[in-house]
């Protein structure tokens, strides 16, 4: 059996502090918010009890899909990849970007610049690119994107796309287990219209026609599952809450999944633990539960 954990939407906290200087872009709208709201909800206590907990759990990966950062501010980038390192190795933890991220342009290069690492193929790709681990393929995907005030849309682009599409075709062929990582859901569900995937029309053209055997979110900050159109059988996509949200402060506390995958091609199985943080601090997992794969043999490879 492997087991992947499944993390999300960090927002490493606190803020950092900031000069007005800092504050000329996007990042002042960020600043604002989390002044006002976002302040109450990410807490670096509960992140920190909710990577104790992970780390006292048996896993063979971590998958981190995205928003490391909160406003993309200079500083907190390295601060970011120190938490990652705290977290695993470049080889045991798998990263894709979120919308946050990329807040502004330069962020993209900080990103770059401080988590390449965690952002590779086992060839040293970037996006899309391919982790093999163990029975299963890691396909992560880049959904970032600097993008307006007011607005956290994603995008992946044509070239990644097509490129996408090639790799999910032969990894299926190999009949490898494989599990997409991407930031932004694939249907516009909790989201809304400002906050969608803007091509996410073509993303699931490509899984219909693919398929996969798991899709992991983040963005929503929220324990979701969703059943996508697939090739036969439909896809599992789920995601998970902010891994900082403190109990009370949202709708949904922090939380993460354990993905428990065992099988061969034609014969898949794969359960879900979710670990939540309850109102006393102390993390407890919710029954676990059957992710429907019912392939058969004809399905497998394809």
Aim: hydrophobic share 40%; glycine share 10%; proline share 8%.
């Amino acid at each position: 059996m492997f087991t992947l954990a499944h993390i999300s939407d960090p927002h490493i906290p606190p803020m950092p502090i900031v000069n007005r200087g800092d504050l000329m872009n996007k990042r002042a709208l960020g600043y604002f918010n989390w002044q006002r709201r976002r302040s109450a909800i990410h807490h670096a206590d509960t992140l920190e009890t909710l990577v104790s907990d992970l780390k006292a759990c048996p896993h063979d990966h971590i998958a981190i899909t995205g928003d490391l950062v909160n406003i993309a501010h200079p500083v907190e980038y390295p601060r970011a990849r120190a938490w990652l390192e705290n977290l695993g190795s470049p080889a045991d933890v798998t990263l894709v970007p979120g919308n946050h991220d990329a807040y502004v342009r330069e962020g993209v290069v900080a990103m770059e610049r401080n988590w390449a690492p965690y952002m590779r193929g086992d060839d040293g790709e970037s996006f899309p690119f391919v982790r093999r681990r163990g029975p299963i393929a890691i396909i992560g995907l880049s959904s970032a994107v600097p993008t307006l005030p007011f607005m956290g849309t994603g995008r992946l682009g044509g070239d990644q796309l097509a490129k996408f599409e090639t790799l999910l075709a032969k990894l299926g062929e190999e009949g490898l287990f494989r599990v997409v990582m991407i930031h932004h859901p694939p249907v516009m569900k909790l989201s809304g219209f400002f906050k969608r995937l803007t091509d996410s029309a073509q993303f699931r053209a490509i899984l219909e026609r693919h398929g996969t055997e798991l899709l992991l979110h983040g963005h929503d900050h929220a324990r979701t599952l969703m059943l996508l159109n697939g090739r036969n059988p439909p896809i599992p996509s789920l995601s998970a809450p902010s891994a900082s949200a403190a109990p009370g402060a949202t709708a949904q506390a922090a939380g993460y999944n354990l993905f428990e995958i065992a099988g061969k091609p034609g014969a898949w199985r794969c359960t879900v633990v979710a670990r939540i943080l309850s109102g006393n601090g102390t993390i407890t997992s919710l029954p676990r539960y059957a992710v429907v794969l019912p392939q058969t043999a004809g399905d497998a490879g394809r």
